[in-house]
Structure formats: structure tokens, C-alpha cells
């Protein structure tokens, strides 16, 4: 327990969790870790000599020095922070460091930004959409996580306003010329993303029973999609401009040192899949979101189902030997479970645009309007029982300046 | 005429070409110059008073600084090194400043790396080749340049060694599992790079007659493919594995300045593009490249062809909003002209891996063995007369180890 005020189990972010950010305080960036509603600076923490930490946080601006120093590191700073947050006597010391939140801020460069597609239920909903007369999942798709890269530029903050995007549409007519406008189907994915701290050299795959020596974190993230723009380009080469107008993450990267108690055995996998991918302990994240569309509570996502685990992700993304850098993100794809109220896109929410969803004010959606505002939430069970909350990721919608 | 020995106007490295690169002198990285075989120490000229670069130089360890300073900065600089390496008077202070080139080192971080599709032969070859039975381009083809992110993290600099990747395989029979090993059919891609210098807005995109204001200049890039591993993937997300594990760049940046005699008018685009895509003046490079497998000269792709204009590539990248970043790398996609002994890979050079070709020494191939050596040079018309040398990018490919 905290001596922090408003910072117990049930605030979600008590002791057992302590997410790390990025603050701005006095006009500079500050890594910080979150403590209730308020963030503990931990430049501050270490240039007083209250934590020891390698130089991980002074003077730094973001937690990127932090996410490269690996698992024996984090380990020993998260101790430290507990203690300090919790011994009555470190108080004195301690309270002067407790800043607000304030704005957020991405608290690390994203490095390359991967998004996977590795729901059972979202692939098999996008399929029965766009090829209803063809079995749901492609022939690879139980064999391999199937992946791609995004932009890693435009990934933005939560809060981040985001700019419906323009492009080129598929023609009216066969032949014809294709469309041009702002995007008519913007649509989130709701998704949950892994941060990675620990590099890997190039030529050396990472094995599926490493994750834990390279990935940091956990962050919400919201793949904005611009639909149309992305059943029109994305022969052959996949998504380009549908999604690199943005993504958001959340802007409190919850190590998995705080998830040791959401764990639970993933689904099984039929056929079996190559050995560099299996899992002698298949596990995932008892993770349970919601979607929020201008505050009303549309999907609740559970991420325990998924069908590929993170750990198979990232030994498949490697296993080409390509290396990891320290900020890459990689992300689970869009997070959908069996229920039509469990799905992580308006796609599937409204089936391909077809059914309106009707809003607490009242009002019909198919896809998003200018002006709406999505709030993607996330809790998940402590290791003491109780649950975090996994920090928000939430953007409006602006109107396109084409 | 520069002072500099063996600089002369046929080294392909006179005053007229100057392009930029990193040279590591005394254990330390430092942005450099090159002219004739010599690499002139821009950390050390500014350090020295001898140019003024606001800083862009000193103290550095990449281009990235000097990149995002713009064209009037990239003026200036290209200028007074201009009258530093041809002034017999300056010689006494420049010449100390003049360094081996020593080992290739990657010129600037690469943010986000973007391949395009852009010529209308490999598209077409390509189609031809695996899709037999039906039109050689996709519908889109010719509305939009296709493309796609790749990953920036194993973009390498030449010379770098290519370790051949493993991952999957198509099944042998349909339904069956998948095969898993050493990439079989290691191709290579023939493109020429685009370096962002000037970064842009999230949101705003860049105008098609914007180029010059964002795009310091060029570099050869060979974007090695696993065929095999990208044909059981790419579906529906385009290639990922197949791709990731290695991209090599030529070392040495030519600014677009030193190309102002290599414009030529780019084929004209039938059916019309949309108004974002529409340049009142529609200009190519005319770049030259040449293969070399394992020094046998096997292809000489031109570069004036394609289809799709870098300055239409920028426009379309940005058209959605999507911001660019200082390092931001897009390349052409696979140069191939109309005849066999002008494309960009040996997928075509090769027919799909059904016609091998004859190598100098005697042995034959259709991919590329473990021990091969692929080098791509490439020259343009300098603006005096006569023709700059692009930095070559070559690498060896070294056996799987999985």
C-alpha cells in the first residue's frame, strides 16, 4: 500500500502496477512513473540520489536509455520505486518529486512499428465480409502470425487529435477512375502492443522462449484504418496509406513485471504449428478491453483469447534474423473475441458498414464522423488480486483538409 | 577542377558530384565528403573554422543534422566546399583534413523506410510470371505507385554481409504443412533511394511540386527478397519476412544537386492521374545502373523509365497526412527497362528461376548461391559533361543458420 493519496489497488494504478511514462515538467521531458494520478519523476529520483539507476533517467527524455538496460535493471528499479512509494519514512524525500500528469507524451521513439493480425476472430470476420464465398482464413494464416510493417513515424500519443485522412478510392466501375476525397470509412482497431527493450543482433533469431529477456511492456494502441482507402491500395504489397495517417498508443507502458498475475494458458492450436514456434507454455494475457464511441461502451475486447501469443509473434518477426532495436512496437492486431460486442473494429462491429450501431446520445454510426472521439480502455487482474488499468488510448476525429 | 589528386571529372567523384557520407577516423564517426578516393572531414573543416555550417557538422556522428537544415543550408555548404577543393589556395588547410574512405558506415539513421512499385516492366514481369492467365498489372497500378514500409531497423550500409534468412514455405501440397528452412530463391531488387532531408507536418501533405523542398538526394539501395518466404506470407498483408532481413544502401549520398544535368522527361501516364499526382512537368533520372553477379555484368537497368516520379512517390506518401521525418528512406521499387538484360532481379533475369544464367566463371545460376556477390553501381550525366559515379551498394551472402 501506498503512501501516496488515491493511489490504492482499486485506483488501478497502485503499487502494483507503476506503468512508465514520459512527463513534462518546467518545460523539459521527464521519465516518470505513474503513481495513482500523479507521476513520480524519476530524473528527479536519480539525480537526488534517491534511486540508483545507471543513468537511466537523469537527463533523459524519454525511457528509451531505460528499455535498452534490460531485465536485471528493471527488476532492481522497480523494486526501489515500490520501496520508495511505500515506506512512510521515504515520504519526505519522495513527495517533492510527485508531479501531475499533465499532457501526455510518447514516452519512447518508436523504432520500427509492426502490426500483427493474430485474432482467429478478426481475420475470420474480415474474411466472411470481403470473401463471402471463400473459407474465412487464408491458407497461411493458421501456420504463421501474418504481419506487416507500419510507419513508425506517425505513430502518435493518445490524445493526439487525428486528421481524417484523403486518399484514392476504388472506381465506381470497373475501369473507371478511381475516387478521391476523404476517407467515408474511417474505423479504428483496437489492439494491444509490446514494446521492446532489449535489442538483438542482426542474422540472430530471437527463440519463442525469449520474449521475456527482450520486451519490456505493454501499451493500448488504436490502429486508425481508413477503410476504403485500403481495399483499393493494397494489392499486392498490403496496407499503405489506409493506415500510416496514424496510430495511437497509450501514452503508460505497463512492464510485464506488473502483469505476472494476468497470465493464462492460450488457446490450442490445431494444426500444429513449426517448432520455431512452438510454446511448451502456451500463454496470454487475461487482458480485457473496452471501446468507448463519444462515451458509449460499444465492445469489450477480451485479449486472452488471441490466438497467437506475443512471444510466437516476436520469435516469427526475428526468425528471418532480423534485429530488434530498442523502442520497436509490435502489435497484437486488431483484439476480437466471438461475440458481436467483443469485436476490436467498427468493420466487424457493423459488419462491413451494413448494420448502424446506435450511440447513447441517440444518434447512428457506421464509420466514425468528424468530431467523434474513441476511448480505448484496458484493465487486467493484479498479481494481489484486484486489477490495473492499463492507461488509455483515446483520439477525436478531425475533419480532412483535402 | 579540384586540387584533390585523382579527382578529376572522370574519377565519377569530381567537384561537380560531392556526395555525403560518414567516414570513422580515430576510433570516431565524422561527416564527410567525398572527392575522388578521398573523404574530406566536414566535422573538421567546421571545427576549424573553415566552413560554416550552424553546427550541422561538428561534433556530429551522422548526417542527420546537416540533412534537416534544408536546401538553402545545402546550398551554401555544397558551395564552399566547392571553392575549399578547387582553390589551390585553400589547399594547405584542406588538405589535412582529407581521410581515407575507410569501411562503408550508414550515413544518416534511417526513420521510416518506404519501397515503392514504381516501374511499369517489373510490375508487368512480374504479374506475367505469376499470375500467367490473367492482365500483367493490377488495377490499381496505374492510379496510384504502390508501396509499401519495410523495415528500417535492417537497412544496412554496403558491404554489409547478408545472412541468407530462414522461414516458411508454401506447403508442397495444398493443406499440407508448410516447409520451413534456408530461403531457396534469395533474389535481389535493383532500386535507387530517396533521402528525406526536411521533415513535414502530421496532417499536411506534401505537394508534388513540394519535392525539392523535402529530398536531399540519392542512393542506390539493393532490397534483398526471399522469394519464397514472400510468396506463402504476403497474403493479405504484402511482404514482411520475406524482406526484413536485410536492405542494403549505397554509402555515399548524392545531393540532388549535383543531379541537375540527369533530368530527362519521364513517360508519359496513360490513363491520366489524379490532380495530386499531376506534374506540370514530369522529369526522370536518368540514372544508369549496372549489376554485377559475382562480377559477371548480368543486367544494365535504366533508370529514366519508371513510371511513377519520386516527386509523385513523395505526393502519394503523404497525400493520407502521413508526416516525414529527417532519414525518412523511400525507394524506387526494382528498375527493370523492356529487355531481359535490363531488369532489376534475377526473379526476372531468370523467368521465375526457369532460365539460369551463365555467370563469367563458367557456373550457372537462377538465385543467388551462398559465397555470391551481387554489386549494383550506377552512373547520371554530371551537369558539365561527362558522368558522376553513384556509390556502388554490393554484399555477400553468407549460409543460413538455422
Redesign the interface.
Known amino acids: 500500500m501506498s503512501w501516496v493519496p488515491q493511489a490504492g489497488a482499486d485506483s488501478g494504478f497502485g503499487v502494483t502496477h507503476l506503468p512508465y511514462g514520459v512527463v513534462v515538467a518546467g518545460g523539459r521531458r521527464r521519465p516518470a512513473v505513474r503513481i495513482g494520478d500523479r507521476a513520480l519523476d524519476l530524473a528527479g529520483a536519480e539525480a537526488t540520489g534517491l534511486l540508483a539507476a545507471g543513468g537511466a533517467f537523469q537527463d533523459r527524455t524519454s525511457l528509451d536509455p531505460f528499455l535498452a538496460a534490460g531485465p536485471p535493471a528493471w527488476q532492481r528499479v522497480r523494486e526501489r520505486i515500490t520501496g520508495l512509494l511505500t515506506d512512510p519514512a521515504a515520504r519526505p524525500r519522495v513527495e517533492p518529486l510527485l508531479l501531475p500528469l499533465g499532457e501526455p507524451v510518447l514516452p519512447f521513439q518508436v523504432?520500427?512499428y509492426v502490426?500483427f493480425?493474430s485474432s482467429e476472430h478478426h481475420a475470420a470476420n474480415v474474411g466472411r465480409i470481403f470473401r463471402p464465398d471463400q473459407p474465412p482464413l487464408?491458407?497461411?494464416w493458421k501456420?504463421?502470425p501474418?504481419?506487416?510493417?507500419?510507419?513508425?513515424?506517425?505513430v502518435?500519443v493518445s490524445g493526439t487529435p487525428v486528421?481524417r485522412?484523403?486518399?484514392?478510392r476504388r472506381?465506381a466501375s470497373?475501369?473507371g477512375?478511381?475516387g478521391?476525397g476523404p476517407s467515408t470509412r474511417l474505423d479504428i482497431e483496437a489492439e494491444v502492443g509490446f514494446v521492446v527493450g532489449v535489442p538483438s543482433r542482426?542474422?540472430?533469431?530471437v527463440p519463442v522462449d525469449r520474449f521475456i529477456e527482450h520486451v519490456f511492456g505493454v501499451a493500448l494502441v488504436n490502429d486508425w484504418s481508413?477503410r476504403d482507402?485500403q481495399a483499393?491500395?493494397?494489392?499486392?504489397?498490403?496496407?499503405?496509406?489506409?493506415k500510416?495517417?496514424?496510430t495511437s498508443v497509450g501514452a503508460w507502458v505497463t512492464p510485464l513485471a506488473a502483469l505476472a498475475g494476468a497470465w493464462v494458458p492460450a488457446p490450442g492450436q490445431d494444426?500444429p504449428v513449426?517448432?520455431?514456434l512452438r510454446e511448451p507454455d502456451r500463454r496470454g494475457l487475461a487482458l480485457a478491453l473496452t471501446v468507448r464511441w463519444n462515451g458509449t461502451v460499444v465492445s469489450s475486447p477480451p485479449f486472452a483469447g488471441m490466438y497467437w501469443t506475443p512471444a510466437q509473434q516476436l520469435a516469427?518477426?526475428t526468425?528471418?534474423?532480423?534485429?530488434?532495436?530498442t523502442g520497436?512496437l509490435f502489435a497484437s492486431g486488431t483484439v476480437s473475441g466471438p461475440d458481436r460486442r467483443e469485436v476490436g473494429s467498427f468493420l466487424e462491429l457493423t459488419w462491413g458498414g451494413t448494420e448502424p450501431v446506435r450511440l447513447a446520445d441517440g444518434t447512428e454510426r457506421t464509420f466514425l464522423a468528424d468530431g467523434d472521439t474513441v476511448t480505448i480502455s484496458g484493465t487486467a487482474p493484479a498479481a494481489g488480486g484486484g486489477r490495473l488499468t492499463l492507461a488509455e488510448v483515446t483520439g477525436t476525429v478531425?475533419p480532412a483538409?483535402?
Open positions: 523504432a520500427d502490426d493480425y487464408l491458407p497461411n501456420h504463421l501474418v504481419g506487416y510493417h507500419g510507419r513508425a513515424g506517425t502518435v486528421t485522412p484523403c486518399g484514392q472506381p470497373a475501369g477512375p478511381p478521391f542482426l542474422g540472430e533469431p481508413a482507402l483499393w491500395e493494397y494489392q499486392p504489397l498490403g496496407p499503405f496509406l489506409g500510416s495517417f496514424a494444426p513449426l517448432d520455431y516469427h518477426l526468425v528471418n534474423g532480423a534485429s530488434l532495436r520497436d478531425l483538409r483535402c
